[in-house]
Structure formats: structure tokens, C-alpha cells
């Protein structure tokens, strides 16, 4: 089976770098800053697969770089070195790191094959703009040009993440947390993304919200057979999401295997650190 | 169907200063289709280590486990990759371990339902035959729309037990799978385990209850001090 996403070497510099750090940053044993001119590895030489229809955890404490690798796969941020490929599942298709394309290109790709859900609402949502006027904006990137069907696909959406249809067009700043969250879902889903990328979305929301939105991604998970990358600092979330998980700190990749392995078994001085800290 | 060879696990503690702790070694032995393996021994012996290194939750420090996949074919699952483990995780290989862990508020049926709709079945045909697996392992169709969370410990091990035996995988890991269930439930339960080596599967079992093991065990491996002694039931 060929992975649908393909990552090496991907780095992230924040700062101008120096001879004691360049060209990936300071060494993962003096932590992610370089002492002599202040630079900060957000990311440094992250290599991952996600296979089709697969859910790849991403697990560290607060700093690690989980964000940063989420934005980076994005295209939010520029990486300093790397290379990415989303394989499109045709055979002949020509292989092409998405970094060095045109931010023209990239735009495009984010648009047709991706979808988000951020911690924070307000980054993913316009929360003066009406729910369906949310997704409308999604699919109008990804292409779609015909309105009765934008409101048809809105509709529907918004009926599969449990937000009455009669709501549509009120804006998400009426709604509270865990809807506005659906929404969120709702409209990282609309144009049927190869790859979903969650960062920390059930971060801050109570037990029971929690409970209910991780339920629906798992239902639309096995449903649409999308690939996800989960980001969660939250252990339990990755355990019930992911089959496989990698362990972050100080933007570099300290370990990774199958959830139960890596939570069971874990390997790296970090990772036991992490796991022996769960309540 | 499965080859375990030389079979070792040590755990490497950090936080201890990477002190190094034997979960076994040397274990190695073979299963037949639709054979049942005990594994006995003290509490400590690494029973299931055993169970956890075969399944992958463990990496064992050395030896091998050969897999007669019916996907994949012939495969050492302690050197098989991440994929590979999942696929025969997938409907050839189950586990039912001592604790259920499940996404709160997902009612009974759904849970053990779940595995099914993952294959691909239609959800209603799944619903129905999940249904009848818990009426017959004693769980009254009143409790199927609740969640297991709020069940006994007894009726959460028989959802367990339900959820890892639906897709009737070729290999199953059983790890005190009677432990907290009263005597009818018990025999319910190796009934249905006796139905499915009848059928093929092949079975590694942990009994703390010696009745059920002898109710059930063609042969028994009894683990001391961390390696192994075989026998009889």
C-alpha cells in the first residue's frame, strides 16, 4: 500500500540560524533554542507516513511542535527545509514536493485536499459569517461553482455533525463551543479531503461535549475513510483516535509505533515520562 | 497457524536510571488451527507480556512470531512493520484484555457493533448481530442502548470478550477472560470460545480460575521465573 502522505526532513527555524546551528538547528540534546543567536526549532527533520484511511496521533507537551508541524502540512507556515507529498491515488501522477510549488499551487492543494479543525474557532470559522456562509467559502476555494448545490452540501454537512439545519444560517458566534466545533468539522469535511488535520479540538471543551465530538469524528472517520493526523496532548483521545502515534518534543520525533505500543511500551526517557504522568 | 520462537522482553526504565527489568525469556512454542494454549504461572511471570509481545503492544527484545496470515501470508509480526500488524490486527488477530476501554456514552450494541461496520458490514445487519451476541452472553437487550461504563465489571469483561470474538478472528489472545464472571456466565463464555475452535481459530489463554482452563486447554506452557516449562492441562 502506497502512503497518502509522505513527509522527510521537515524543518522549521524560527530565526535567522548561526554557525553553531545551521543547517537544522541546535542538536535535539541542547533542546530546541540555540544558545549563541537565539534560534528556535519549531520543527527539525520530521519524517512521517499517513496511509490511506489512517489515523496518525501526534503527541508532546505544550512547545513541542505539533502545532507547528500541523501548519506547516497546512501551508501556514514556510518550512526551511523538507519535502511533502500527498499522493493522489493515481499511479501515473507526477511526484512533486508540494513545498517547492508556486504558494499559487499550494493554495490549491490546501484547498481541494485538505481540511482543518483548530483548537480555536475563531481560526477556523468566520463567526460573523452564517454557518452555511462558512462552507459555502470552503467549497467555493475547492471550486464548486453552483449555489443550490453549496447550500445542498452545507445542509447536509451540518445535518452529519448534528447542528439543526434550521440553524444554517446563523452565525457560529450564537453557538456555543462544542457546536461551533461541528461546524468546524463540517466545514473541514466539505470538500471531501484526502487528509483532516485536528489540532487539539476537544481541548477545553467539558467531558461530555468531548465525548459526543470525539464520537462523531470517529463515526465520520470509518464513514468517508478519510486519513487523519490527530494532534492532542490528551492521551486518551489519541488512544480512542489513533492506530499509531509519534511522540514530539523539542520539535523533533522522539519515538513512534502502534498507540498501544507507544502508551504501553514506550521506549524513549520521554515518552515514559509522559505516559507514567497520566492521571 | 503461529510459531513463537525464542520469545524474550525486557523493559529498559529511565526513571529508574535505565534500569533494565525481564518481562520473560526463551519462550517458544507452536499453535495448531483451532488449538488452545493455557498459560499458567505465578502473578508476575509475564504471562501477559507474552500475550502483549505476540500482539504487538510490546516489542519483544528478541525472538520471533510467525504469523500464518491468510492476507499477508507467512509473517513475523515482531519484525512485520506497523502496517502489516495492523492488517492481521484487522480481522485476523484479537485481544481481549482484563479492562474495557471504550469512547464514553457509545451504547453496549454499538461498541460491540463496531468492529463489523469497520469490515464493511451495513449498519443495521451489524446492530442485529451484536445484539444477539450479548443476549447470548447474558446481557438483556434493555442494556444495549446503554453505555459500558456504567455496567459491573462482569457485564463490561462480556462486552469485551463480545467485541474481540465478532469478526471470529483466526487467532485470539485471551488475557483472564473469565476473571470477573459468575459461574453461568463463565460457562457462556467458553462455550462460545469452544464454537469458535471448532471453526479454526486458535486460542492463547491466561485462566486465573483452573476449572475453566481445564474446560477448555488442549496444552498448557507454564511460565516460571520468566522462562518456560510445558504440559498437559
Not at chain 1, 483548530?118 to 467549497?139: C, D, F, H, T
Not at chain 1, 444554517?168 to 466545533?181: H, I, L, R, V
Not at chain 2, 529508574?16 to 525469556?25: A, M, Q, V
Not at chain 2, 468492529?115 to 438483556?140: D, H, K, M, N, V
Amino acid at each position: 500500500m502506497k502512503p497518502l502522505l509522505e513527509i522527510h526532513g521537515l524543518t522549521k527555524l524560527f530565526g535567522s540560524g548561526c554557525g553553531h546551528c545551521l543547517p537544522g538547528g541546535v542538536s535535539p540534546e541542547e533542546g530546541n533554542r540555540c544558545g549563541r543567536c537565539g534560534t528556535v526549532v519549531g520543527c527539525g527533520d520530521v519524517s512521517l507516513m499517513v496511509y490511506p484511511g489512517e489515523v496518525l496521533g501526534v503527541v508532546g507537551e505544550s512547545g513541542s511542535g505539533k502545532s507547528t508541524l500541523v501548519r506547516l502540512i497546512h501551508f501556514e507556515l514556510d518550512a526551511t527545509a523538507g519535502e511533502i507529498y500527498l499522493n493522489n491515488g493515481k499511479e501515473d501522477a507526477a511526484r512533486e514536493n508540494l513545498l517547492m510549488q508556486s504558494p499559487f499551487r499550494r493554495r490549491q492543494i490546501r484547498s481541494r485536499h485538505m481540511g482543518i479543525v483548530y483548537q480555536n474557532p475563531w481560526l477556523g470559522l468566520r463567526m460573523q459569517v452564517s454557518s452555511g456562509g462558512n462552507i459555502a467559502e470552503k467549497l467555493l476555494a475547492a471550486g464548486w461553482r453552483n449555489v443550490s448545490e453549496i447550500r445542498k452540501r452545507a445542509a447536509f454537512l451540518l445535518e452529519r455533525t448534528e447542528i439543526p439545519v434550521n440553524r444554517m444560517d446563523e452565525p457560529p458566534a450564537n453557538f456555543s463551543g462544542g457546536m461551533q466545533q461541528r461546524v468546524q468539522i463540517a466545514k473541514a469535511l466539505s470538500n471531501n479531503p484526502q487528509v483532516l488535520l485536528l489540532d487539539e479540538v476537544t481541548t477545553g471543551l467539558d467531558l461530555s461535549v468531548q465525548a459526543r465530538v470525539l464520537d462523531l469524528i470517529r463515526n465520520l472517520q470509518r464513514e468517508l475513510a478519510v486519513a487523519m493526523i490527530v494532534v492532542s496532548h490528551d492521551l486518551g483521545v489519541i488512544r480512542l483516535l489513533c492506530q499509531r502515534t509519534i511522540v514530539m518534543r523539542h520539535g523533533r520525533v522522539v519515538e513512534s509505533g502502534l498507540t498501544d505500543q507507544v502508551l504501553e511500551d514506550p521506549r524513549h526517557e520521554y515518552t515514559q515520562l509522559l505516559v507514567s504522568s497520566q492521571l | 497457524m503461529l510459531e513463537v520462537r525464542n520469545l524474550s522482553k525486557t523493559f529498559v526504565i529511565h526513571i529508574l536510571g535505565g534500569k533494565s527489568i525481564e518481562g520473560f525469556r526463551g519462550v517458544s512454542f507452536r499453535l495448531c488451527p483451532g488449538e488452545f494454549l493455557g498459560l499458567t504461572g505465578r502473578s508476575g511471570s509475564g504471562k501477559s507480556s507474552v500475550l502483549k509481545c505476540i500482539y504487538g503492544t510490546y516489542l519483544p527484545a528478541s525472538g520471533e512470531v510467525w504469523f500464518a496470515s491468510e492476507r499477508l501470508g507467512r509473517v513475523d509480526l515482531a519484525r512485520a512493520g506497523e502496517q502489516a500488524v495492523l492488517r492481521v490486527r484487522d480481522g485476523e488477530m484479537g485481544y481481549v484484555s482484563q479492562f474495557l476501554r471504550v469512547i464514553p456514552r457509545i451504547a453496549a450494541a454499538d461498541v460491540v457493533a463496531e468492529p463489523l461496520l469497520r469490515a464493511g458490514s451495513e449498519a443495521g445487519a451489524a446492530r442485529r448481530q451484536a445484539a444477539a451476541l450479548l443476549e447470548r452472553l447474558r446481557i438483556p437487550a434493555r442494556l444495549h442502548d446503554a453505555y459500558p461504563s456504567t455496567f459491573s465489571g462482569g457485564e463490561q469483561q462480556r462486552i469485551n470478550i463480545a467485541r474481540a470474538v465478532i469478526r471470529k478472528p483466526r487467532l485470539l489472545l485471551l488475557d483472564e477472560p473469565t476473571a470477573s464472571l459468575d459461574r453461568e456466565s463463565q460457562e457462556t463464555v467458553i462455550g462460545i470460545l469452544r464454537e469458535l475452535k471448532e471453526k479454526g481459530t486458535s486460542m492463547i489463554g491466561i485462566f486465573h480460575d483452573r476449572a475453566a482452563l481445564e474446560a477448555i486447554a488442549d496444552n498448557v506452557l507454564e511460565l516460571a521465573n520468566g522462562s518456560m516449562e510445558h504440559g498437559r492441562p
